[in-house]
């Protein structure tokens, strides 16, 4: 009985030493797949960009709202082109890393970025004091103002002032909301109706749900410019903006390679090319 005691003993040794070398085994493997997916710095040119050690270009996820055009539409095979795709695209390939896009409805992208889903929005977004409290933008990539637009049959509103009382179409959670809010408790605006996408805030002007609509000046001149019979801009722009693309706060590596990489397209005259092609993003 004694001996079978320590052949057992002696078993149970010879398991717990061979499990142990298989678990310093493994913990080996782990670090060595850890630093294989590693960023190394690569050349390009003067600057060096990162890639990982099996010589992959990091991938960031751009969140967007398709229905945005010139700056982000979705076209008839089902691809989001736009301004704002082809400078993020310019930028991407100058700073050596790839992007995938997301779409989503506009007022879910801060959201979606804060919580890690998205890594960049290019979106036509404003850069304002509120919205600088949750992201980091980048440098304006362009200038744009609020317009407001009404049917082109409509001759009673031809400003700001004319708009006592009436019914207002804006896109959720747009600067054209915040504007539409601000004449509300001026006590000037009746009602604000607020939609997902600027094109529903259109319909609703179209059928007579809303007296005018206000939206930033770029897009509803490219709406114009797709269906010049159906609405126009009255009175002068109701403000200026400035565009910029997010990042989560803090997030300055990526930052920096966004700015340097929109610093360089616009040197090389890759910005004023894509500047004369807004236009033609609604043809597509």
């Not at 896009?101 to 979606?112: C, K, N, V």
């Not at 504007?179 to 609703?204: S, Y």
């Not at 910029?244 to 890759?270: D, H, M, P, Q």
Request: glycine share 8%; proline share 4%; charged share 25%.
């Amino acid at each position: 009985m004694q001996k079978l005691l320590k052949i057992i003993a002696l078993l149970l040794v010879i398991t717990t030493v061979v499990f142990a070398a298989g678990c310093a085994e493994q913990s080996k493997e782990n670090a060595t797949e850890g630093a294989a997916k590693e960023s190394v710095p690569v050349e390009n040119g003067s600057d060096a960009v990162f890639r990982s050690a099996d010589g992959e270009m990091p991938t960031y996820i751009v969140g967007t709202e398709a229905q945005f055009p010139p700056f982000e539409i979705v076209d008839s095979r089902g691809n989001v082109i736009g301004f704002d795709v082809d400078l993020m695209n310019a930028i991407a390939e100058d700073q050596g890393f790839k992007v995938e896009y997301l779409d989503q409805d506009f007022a879910g992208l801060i959201p979606a970025l804060q919580t890690g889903n998205v890594d960049i929005i290019a979106s036509g977004m404003t850069i304002t004091d509120e919205r600088e409290k949750e992201v980091d933008f980048s440098e304006s990539y362009i200038n744009a103002g609020l317009a407001l637009a009404v049917l082109t049959g409509n001759e009673n509103i031809k400003s700001v002032d004319d708009l006592q009382g009436k019914i207002v179409a804006v896109q959720t959670g747009s600067t054209g909301f915040l504007k539409a809010e601000e004449l509300q408790k001026a006590g000037i605006i009746a009602e604000i109706k607020d939609f997902p996408h600027v094109n529903e805030a259109i319909e609703e002007l179209k059928i007579g749900g809303a007296d005018a609509m206000i939206n930033d000046l770029p897009v509803t001149e490219a709406f114009i410019a797709a269906q010049p019979d159906v609405i126009k801009i009255v009175g002068e722009p109701l403000n200026s903006e400035d565009y910029g693309f997010a990042v989560r706060t803090g997030n300055t590596e990526l930052l920096t390679k966004i700015n340097a990489g929109l610093e360089n397209v616009k040197a090389s005259g890759k910005y004023d090319e894509l500047l004369t092609k807004l236009p033609t993003y609604m043809e597509e």
